[in-house]
């Protein structure tokens, strides 16, 4: 499976998954077309969400469960923290109050607490996909009786969480109910995406991205809307819409999955996917400091033409800025080691385990 991702070219894959969610993003996209925002919630956060289901696992240990929790956890509460400080400086808001909304959102993680305390709900993310690739884990190691048990019982639950009383979509913590949720839709992928990738074809790519553009604009002239963030989705009752967003994610995810060769040809897509976990991390931030300065000198108007290039440039400087965001931490080692480890032993912050394990090893060999 691992394979087959690698020839399908993952970076463009998540390449194209991050330029749709910081154009879902940008408010001046969105005003000026009002159906881009729904139509990209129907899938594009979906499907990040999705790859890991096509991922080899690794079984579940203490030191699997530490270098993921270090490799997701340390950038969420470096830019969590960032994004949070930024608004309080913003909009002036009390810090007791600050930091009360603060903690629950850190702690929590739900799209709501981190929106309530930074003014972004993306922050939800990194916690959910940590907990995700536990929950991934775990039901590896489970004997096949249990797997089956575990699915009927996400399924009977998929059913549910849509419907859950807001109270629960706000405390429920680290993207539980959204992990519940997208597990049945993920082992279908897994188990769909086996079919589909034997019969690999460029019509088979063309049918696939027709059949997405037709559902999605389907749902879209029915006025259907979906936020796997905060938890808005079709459930038990409306099951005949239910069925149709649980497919519509994964068709989306295919079409891109079996156009990636394609898409790899793309200048700076591949490049994009190299570093979207800082792009998404940071261009809500660059966007809002981009989009105050250019109303400081750009009044909204009716020019389509003036229109038009405020929204390319808005978009050009939100995605070159974060790039260069990423591009200079990964270059750096020391910010690299610091702000986005890949393991528990990589992470900079901890030298004294080192000096720990050096002098542990030497007293060992005398």
Known sequence: ??????????????????????????????????????????????????????????????????????????????????????????????????MGKYTIGLVISSARACDNATGFQLYFFLPTLLFLNIALSLYKMIPTLYKVLFAIVSVFLHLYIGVLPDVYKYYIPFGLPIIIYLFPIGLLTRRLWDIVYNYKSTALSIIMAVLAIVIIVFCRYHGTYVNLAYLKLYGIEKPQWMVVHDFLPIVCFFAILLNSTFLAKIPFLSELGRYSLVIFLTHSLFYQFILRIVLIFWRKSSNTVSSAIILIVTLLLTLILSYLTGYLINRVSILQKMITPRSADQWMIMPFRKKEKQHSHEKASL
């Open 1 to 98: 499976m691992y394979d087959k991702l690698k020839s399908s070219g993952i970076n463009a894959v998540k390449g194209i998954l991050i330029l749709l969610i910081v154009i879902g993003h940008n408010t001046l996209i969105v005003e000026k077309v009002p159906h881009v925002f729904p139509a990209l919630y129907y899938f594009h956060v979906y499907a990040f969400l999705l790859i890991p289901f096509l991922y080899p696992v690794r079984p579940l240990s203490g030191k699997f469960v530490g270098d993921r929790s270090i490799r997701y956890l340390v950038p969420h509460i470096a830019f969590y923290t960032l994004a949070a400080v930024a608004f309080l400086v913003i909009y002036k808001t009390r810090f007791p109050q600050w």
